[in-house]
Nanobody
Framework: VQFVESGGGLVQPGGSLRLSCATS????????IFWYRQAPGKERELVAH???????YYIDSVKGRFTISRDAAKATVFLQMDSLKPEDTAVYYC??????WGQGTQVTVSS
């Protein structure tokens, strides 16, 4: 079981980034995939998740700005992040409710 995050970077406030989570080693179509983030000095928090059937969930602070989606053919989950704010700065991780944490991808929102 593996989760590999990519797509992070430095962006100005109001900008956009698209994160990718490439998965392997399990039945992707039936798994719920979660995006988490951990800001400096803070605990890791759930950001969004998507079920195999496409049902999604977002925390209030990202609703209307972030969009989670999945590509079954590529066994990949995406997190489109728009209207980014400095408080979105964190390391972003993806995972199912099993498996180990990956290395994450750094998102920095700063002018």
């Amino acid at each position: 079981v593996q989760f590999v995050e990519s797509g992070g970077g430095l962006v100005q406030p109001g900008g956009s980034l698209r994160l990718s989570c490439a998965t392997s080693g399990f039945t992707f179509s039936s798994a719920v995939i979660f995006w988490y983030r951990q800001a400096p000095g803070k605990e890791r928090e759930l950001v969004a998740h998507i079920a195999g059937g496409g049902i999604t969930y977002y925390i209030d602070s990202v609703k209307g700005r972030f969009t989670i989606s999945r590509d079954a053919a590529k066994a990949t989950v995406f997190l489109q992040m728009d209207s980014l704010k400095p408080e979105d700065t964190a390391v972003y991780y993806c995972r199912a409710n099993f498996g180990s944490w990956g290395q994450g991808t750094q998102v920095t929102v700063s002018s």
